[in-house]
Nanobody, 115 residues
């Protein structure tokens, strides 16, 4: 049973930083594609950043230059370093992985940016 467990969400002031982590367990297959998505209240879930097994990275325009996604395949983990956080970054952040032709999601971690 594949599981994705996020951690690192918190309450932070505007301009602050947070680092999210996602641990993937239960799979004997290589994780081909991983990413972070977020969903704010009343809005649809949206892509934040993705990273493929070949290292190809994609960011949403709204986070470019502020967020950095990284993966450690030796530990089966995914990270999202978030700097210069804005009020509009407030959302539940979800970890996503595509493994052996199946989609997997974590339970989400809350990030709240507020003064």
């Amino acid at each position: 049973q594949v599981q994705l467990v996020e951690s690192g969400g918190d309450l932070v002031q505007p301009g602050g930083s947070l680092r999210l982590s996602c641990a993937v367990s239960g799979s004997d297959y290589r994780t081909y594609y991983m990413g972070w998505y977020r969903q704010a209240p009343g809005k649809q879930r949206e892509l934040v950043a993705t990273v493929a097994a070949n290292g190809l990275i994609n960011y949403a325009d709204s986070v470019k230059g502020r967020f950095t996604i990284s993966r450690d395949d030796t530990k089966n983990t995914l990270h999202l370093q978030m700097n210069s956080l804005k009020l509009e970054d407030t959302a539940v952040y979800y970890c996503y992985a595509y493994i052996a032709r199946s989609n997997y999601w974590g339970q989400g971690t809350q990030v709240t940016v507020s003064s």
